[in-house]
């Protein structure tokens, strides 16, 4: 079992950190938050992750995973130093890559020799190449090892992946890291630093591009009369599309999808290549954020005496708390703008968001809709479909149901009384 450093503790970090101690390795996350780091020895999980704390805690409790403050603590005795570092999108849609060297140049000094610098942060073309020069060392190796975590479902993602990329400019460096994974069934890729990135950026801008094509159909759907379910039940049967990433909704978001496909269209534009697909598909989507809140914008005019609006779920999806560049959030502002009232509720949001300046955040669904002519789902959490829609309608000043994630069946929901506008239904 090898030595691992972790840097960086945040959800790629410590869900790495922990699946790998769970496999058998030695394993020490270090960040350089005192407060995280506090925490985590505490047992405490700075965010959502269903099943993350009980296993932290089971791999902490078999003394196979430890946590201190700042890097160079964590890679001293390290043989493998895995780079969990956030790479926030600039404003033309490149990748700071700040966190990433701070990273770096505070580990540099304390590689020991054959030491693997793993990176597991997604950044551009090129990045894993620039490394090595700068490491200047001939005995330190860097290795490309994207991760391929959706939240929600991040440990069995890494235990039960349905492949592993690494990326090097040597086999044996690849066939090292490939040996960390030796207790996992999955197929492994091995490829070069330039292809192991590329692999990251058009997995995320591809799944991006079949969701934009998924909304863009149930936009067509209602125009028609057709049923978005039965189409895209009707294509999913065929192997080579497949049923996964079909369901349509107000639009994508999330911590990758927007950061991965402007980072992939920016390299592009780098290199002199016009991607006017996925350029097209990132302008599509917000143009489907648009139509999103014109959908309560039909239902109450933006001159209404009576525009309060209810909006049940905040995140970006269900099953984790994370709000970046959540289509919820981004509707919800659109609604703002035109001076909306807003009461929304979330199972993990329970304060006030600095991106919503007058959305008022409730502790209770119920509440949330007392009083309000429009009932908005933005996000497919499970519990929303167990709670009492009747009493729903009856507590609305008007029962209208937009239901952005199609979680609720119409003919139910308009025999209760509600109006209800779905997507592409």
């Not at 790629?12 to 020490?28: E, R």
């Not at 692999?199 to 591809?206: D, E």
């Not at 911590?255 to 992939?264: G, I, N, Q, R």
């Amino acid at each position: 079992m090898a030595k691992i450093a972790v840097i960086g503790a945040g959800y790629v970090g410590l869900t790495t950190g922990a699946c790998l101690a769970h496999l058998g390795h030695d394993v020490v996350i270090a960040d350089n938050n005192d407060d995280r780091v506090k925490s985590l020895e505490a047992g405490i999980i700075p965010f959502f992750e269903p099943g993350l704390d009980e296993l932290v805690g089971d791999v902490v409790k078999s003394k196979k995973l430890s946590f201190v403050l700042g890097a160079s603590n964590a890679s001293g005795n390290a043989e493998f130093h895995f780079l969990c570092l956030p790479t926030p999108a600039n404003t033309d849609g490149s990748s700071d890559l700040s966190y990433f060297e701070e990273g770096i140049n505070e580990i540099l000094t304390v590689l020991q020799p054959n030491s693997i610098v793993i990176n597991k942060s997604t950044v551009p073309l090129g990045t894993a190449n620039r490394l090595q020069e700068a490491i200047a060392r001939t005995d330190v190796h860097v290795v490309s090892n994207p991760e391929f975590l959706s939240e929600g479902n991040a440990i069995r993602d890494f235990l039960q992946p349905s492949r592993i990329v690494i990326g090097s400019n040597s086999r044996e460096h690849s066939e090292r890291v490939a040996k960390l994974y030796s207790k996992l069934n999955a197929p492994i890729l091995m490829s070069s630093w330039e292809s192991a990135e590329l692999i990251k950026h058009t997995a995320n801008a591809f799944l991006a591009m079949k969701l934009t094509f998924v909304n863009e159909i149930a936009t067509l759907c209602e125009m028609t009369g057709a049923n978005i379910k039965d189409v895209t039940d009707g294509i999913g049967y065929d192997p080579r599309i497949g049923s996964d990433y079909m369901n349509a909704g107000p639009g994508w978001g999330g911590s990758c999808f927007p950061k991965d496909s402007a980072s992939l269209a920016q390299v592009a534009r780098s290199f002199g290549f016009d991607f006017t697909l996925l350029e097209h598909t990132i302008d599509l989507n917000q143009k489907h954020l648009d139509r999103t809140a014109r959908k309560v914008q039909r239902v109450i005019p933006t001159d209404s005496p009576h525009k309060k609006v209810a909006a049940w779920g905040l995140t970006f999806k269900a099953g984790t708390d994370d709000l970046r560049y959540s289509p919820a959030v981004e509707v919800l502002k659109r609604l703002e703008e035109d001076d909306y009232e807003i009461l929304a509720f979330d199972p993990t949001v329970k304060e006030k968001l600095p991106q919503l300046t007058s959305t008022v955040i409730m502790d209770d669904p119920y509440g949330c809709v007392n009083g309000a002519d429009a009932l908005i789902v933005l996000t497919e959490w499970k519990s929303f479909k167990l709670l009492d829609m009747e009493t729903v309608a009856k507590s609305m000043r008007n029962a209208n149901l937009i239901d952005t994630r199609n979680v609720f069946n119409r003919v139910e929901m308009e025999k209760i009384g509600f109006t209800y506008i779905g997507m592409g239904l």
